[in-house]
Every structure is written in C-alpha cells, then in structure tokens.
C-alpha cells in the first residue's frame, strides 16, 4: 500500500517496490525464460529440409521468367505421394493444367498449351518460397524462378 502523504489515501499496488518479495519471483522467470524461449522453438512444426517442402499454393515468375512472359501465374496442390497438379495462366488469361512430381524437392513440371507448345520445368526448391531450375521449351535467357505467394 502506498498513502498519499497530501489526502492521506492508501493506493493498493500490484507491486510494491520496498518488498523484496517480488524481485526473487523476477529473478526466477527471468532465469527460466531461455528455457520457455527454448521449448516454445523445439515445438514448432515448420520445416525448412528442402525434401519436405510441399509444391502447394500460389506462385508467380519472376526474374527472366517475368521478363520473357509477363504476368506467369502458377495454383499448385501437391498430393501425398507428390503427385503435382494444377493450372497455369498470364494474368488476366485462361487456365491451362499443370501436372507433375515433386520428388523430395526435386520438380519436374509439365504446362500444356503454353505460348511456345508444352513446356517442363525441371527444378527444385532452394527456399520453402521458392523454387528455381530450367523451362524446357521455352525461351529463357536464364534461369526459370518462381516465387511462392501463398502457401
């Protein structure tokens, strides 16, 4: 309790500093807190092993793949067995499918009706948002990189 020496009024306090009771709960929690820190990080689920990283969600082309086709959007949903399939459009253009593999990080993708005839891209992940490899059939003057959107 602290009083206001001018009305004379108690004020309870949470914590009252001229007790020394509550510096040794502090100094407790302030020891344990790596360890919480700790076990809160050893419990979480997210991968970053290259071989586990799902094909799953959006993707756009960027790089020399945004250069030579503008607007490359890929919807990805990969199966269990990483069975791969999907649709690719420009944006603002029809759908064509998307059928492939993702064989622990390694993606072989095929695009029907893309603007030089079909397609494959043969890559893998070098982040869980990105993936990088060759277009086969297309014409690039670089490497084929799609960056992941949405999960």
Known sequence: MK???GTGVATPLLWDPEQDGGSMRRRSFLFALPLIALFALMGCESSTD?????ATGSWDGVGPLQQAYSGLRLELEQQPNGNVSG????????????????????LELTFSNFPTGTAQFQGQFTHDFRMEGTLN?????????FRRTSF
Do not use: E, K
């Open 87 to 106: 649709q690719w459009w420009f944006a603002g253009g029809t759908r064509f499918s998307v059928t492939g593999t993702n064989n622990a990080g390694n």
């Open 137 to 145: 059939g297309a014409n690039l003057t670089g490497a084929a990189v």
């Open 3 to 5: 009083v206001d020496p």
């Open 50 to 54: 290259i071989q586990d990283i799902s």
